[in-house]
């Protein structure tokens, strides 16, 4: 278990109390807007989390989660250069999601464009009252590359997706919650307790089903009924084997908590 530590990067800080990590994004007198940066640290600490992390929680400075690509950084690319870089965001994105670590995100004031694709990758989410969900990119003249079409349309459907992109609309958060932008709508100033209070409970689960969890579920949406009902079985039987499964039967029958770590 780690000791509680704290380390700032160029526009990140992580704070890391026993098994629960938060990153910060650290740009509030730019609403947090998304930069190559940015990337780099997600990357850097999803590829290689800090050793005995069970759950992560991202989060904001100053009111706003992520307000999308940093345009006042954006720089003209070739076409093959914008697909490298579309990529690298895609396979940050993919670390996210299917690394393995359970993700909580708290959604405060801003998370549009990039931001909500940052979202959208993460496990949990959790909506305050000022958020706003937007996908603004029409009006700027450009398109989604760090996975709205993929992660955001299956959140709330192609269709929908589409007509939020062409009009520019906001949803805030009983919306973003009615439409599976967020799972939880809470007060002001409850989501970070909230994210701890999900992320300790989390963290106590066996984590092999929190890996199976997090890397089969989607996946088995991908797939055909037939392929999706045999991987079912196999993550079954792969998970019913394990040592988290032994320990959980072992404290059914002792009735007391189980001990997965």
Request: aromatic share 6%; with cysteine; glycine share 12%.
């Amino acid at each position: 278990m780690n000791d509680n530590t704290s380390k700032t990067g160029s526009v990140t800080r992580i704070e890391i109390e026993g098994e629960i990590a938060t990153i910060v994004f650290n740009r509030p007198e730019k609403r947090n807007a998304m930069n190559d940066a940015l990337v780099d640290e997600l990357d850097q600490f999803f590829t290689k989390p800090p050793e005995g992390v069970a759950a992560v929680i991202l989060r904001g400075e100053g009111g706003h989660f992520c307000s999308g690509l940093d345009l006042a950084e954006h720089e003209h690319r070739e076409p093959v250069e914008g697909v490298f870089h579309s990529r690298n965001w895609h396979r940050v994105s993919e670390l996210i999601e299917f690394g393995g670590l359970p993700v909580i995100s708290v959604l405060t004031g801003a998370v549009i464009g990039g931001g909500l694709e940052i979202a959208a990758s993460t496990h949990v989410r959790i909506a305050e009252p000022n958020v706003r969900f937007q996908l603004p990119e029409g009006r700027r003249g450009i398109f989604v590359g760090g996975g709205a079409t993929v992660r955001v349309g299956r959140l709330i459907g192609a269709d929908r997706m589409r007509e939020m992109m062409l009009t520019g609309r906001n949803y805030g958060a009983e919306d973003g919650l009615r439409l599976g932008l967020a799972h939880y709508s809470v007060a002001e100033g409850e989501g970070l307790p909230l994210a701890n209070k999900l992320a300790r409970q989390i963290a106590d689960n066996a984590p092999f089903s929190n890996y199976l969890m997090i890397n089969t579920i989607s996946r088995i949406n991908d797939m055909s009924r037939s392929d999706g009902l045999f991987t079912e079985s196999l993550a079954a039987a792969m998970s019913q084997t394990s040592d988290g499964a032994k320990e959980g039967l072992r404290a059914f029958l002792e009735k007391r908590e189980p001990k997965f770590r």
